[in-house]
């Protein structure tokens, strides 16, 4: 099982990344994806999640309308648009896969290694 996150780099304030996520070794279509970050000093939290099919998001509020999930289980990809980059977006973000959308991390049986964002001028 492997879920390898890409996409991060630094960024100035206002900026767009595209984060990904390639899944392998597991039925992907089976599983809901979500997206968590961790910033130095801080707990790993939650961003965005999406269900197996893609019919169903989630994001929390301090993303909403500035982030959006989406997946082609065709390729095995998850991606999360990230526009109007703020400083405070800056973390390690991590993509996780469960067997059902939930915002819960102890709820995620599989996790990638990360890819650091840093949003800075």
């Known amino acids: 099982v492997q879920l390898q996150a890409s996409g991060g780099g630094l960024v100035q304030p206002g900026g767009s990344l595209r984060l990904s996520c390639a899944a392998s070794?597991?039925?992907?279509?089976?599983?809901?994806i979500g997206w968590f970050r961790q910033a130095p000093g801080k707990e790993r939290e939650g961003v965005s999640c999406i269900s197996s099919s893609g019919d169903f998001t989630h994001y929390e509020d301090s993303v909403k309308g500035r982030f959006t999930i989406s997946r082609d289980n065709a390729e095995n990809m998850v991606y999360l648009q990230m526009n109007t980059l703020r400083p405070e977006d800056t973390a390690v973000y991590y993509c996780?896969?469960?067997?059902?959308?939930?915002?819960?991390?102890?709820?995620?049986?599989?996790w990638g290694q990360g890819t650091q964002v840093t949003v800075s001028s």
């Open positions: 996780a896969a469960a067997k059902r959308i939930t915002t819960r991390e102890r709820d995620y049986d599989y």
């Open positions: 070794g597991f039925n992907f279509d089976d599983y809901a």
